[in-house]
């Protein structure tokens, strides 16, 4: 999980900030460490507290800067690796060693919500603002009957190139024509349209061709993950990607099948290595973008087919383009930082 320790000085969650994102399987968060993660170029201590509840530091300790991933859990507190000083889940200085009298108060960190949902770690990208509402998922993967498989992936890109190619249809039989483009290789002379839904998580996309709509649909779910519910004849199978930045040039892939059907652990290898052989086709081409973050829109040629690619840009620039949480500096945690569990 870590992803060395990007600055941690200057404004907190640049270009992606007071969002919910998932940024981790909870399956890989464990319970007698804190681990390392930077999102949008933000380090954070990621810990699990006593009573196992996901937590959230910034990964810098007030005191003289060290990074508390370094350190250990003490009762579900963070201790940092250097002169022992120990923050709970909402940055509280609970404890400074050789220090019986100090004023815990005023020696607090930094602390983000945090909250353990659908399978997922998610953080709320901001120090200073509450989340008017927790993060939401799609129905189809939080269902008692469905089997739900994962795995995280790195790519050498900025994450708005990553996921302007997961909501991209007409790739499909250049890039995966082997995969799961084969059946659209054929189909590739046709005229092609997007029907868009809006809805309150984000919109809903149906590729229509040549008038008549194609089985399927995708959805892109506000601000990086989208969901593919591939057509199947009495069962039901969907493709979960979240695009997690990890900073200006590198991107976390969170790749989720969900299916109620070959539910058997055993099984999930299939799904995994499947997911990877598509994402690696993508791979590639993505990391070969120049620039790496998308530009505006009249900075690149388009064409109607790049509608749906075209509105996430827009709200890219409009809604989280130069967004952030504001400069980390030493001192209490503002007042119920540490979220929900």
């Not at 404890?95 to 949902?117: D, I, M, Y």
Request: glycine fraction near 8%.
């Amino acid at each position: 999980m870590n992803d060395g320790r990007v600055s941690r000085g200057g404004p907190l969650f640049r270009d992606f900030a007071n969002v919910w994102t998932p940024v981790a399987f909870g399956s890989s968060l464990p319970r007698d460490r804190p681990v390392q993660l930077t999102v949008a170029g933000t380090s954070l201590a990621l810990f699990r507290d006593e009573s196992g509840v996901p937590a959230a530091l910034i990964d810098r300790c007030p005191h003289r800067g060290a990074a508390l991933s370094l350190g250990r859990l003490e009762g579900g507190r963070v201790q940092c690796p250097y002169h022992g000083w120990t923050f709970d889940r909402a940055g509280r200085c609970v404890h400074v060693p050789w220090n019986p009298g100090v004023k815990r108060a005023s020696l607090g960190t930094l602390a983000v919500p945090t909250r353990e949902f659908g399978g997922y770690v998610w953080i709320y990208t901001s120090v200073s603002m509450e989340p008017i509402a927790p993060p939401t998922l799609d129905d189809s993967l939080l269902g008692r009957d469905v089997r739900l498989t994962g795995i995280e992936l790195r790519w050498q890109a900025h994450w708005t190139r990553a996921m302007e190619n997961m909501l991209d249809a007409p790739h499909l039989p250049f890039v995966h024509r082997a995969t799961i483009g084969k059946e659209w290789v054929p189909l590739a002379g046709q005229r092609m349209d997007s029907a868009i839904e809006d809805h309150p998580w984000g919109w809903r996309v149906r590729n229509v061709l040549n008038g008549a709509p194609r089985p399927g649909m995708l959805d892109f779910r506000w601000p990086n993950q989208m969901n593919l519910h591939i057509p199947m004849r009495r069962r039901a199978l969907t493709l979960a990607v979240t695009c997690v930045p990890i900073d200006e040039r590198r991107t976390r892939l969170l790749l989720v099948t969900a299916r109620d059907f070959a539910r058997l652990p055993l099984l999930d290898w299939l799904f995994n290595r499947f997911n990877r052989r598509v994402a690696n086709e993508d791979r590639a081409i993505v990391e070969s973008s120049f620039p790496s973050e998308i530009p505006p829109a009249r900075a690149e040629m388009s064409v109607r087919t790049d509608a749906v690619t075209l509105r996430f840009r827009t709200s890219y620039f409009a809604r989280l383009k130069d967004s952030s949480s504001g400069l980390p500096a030493p001192g209490p945690a503002p007042m119920g930082a540490a979220g929900g569990g």
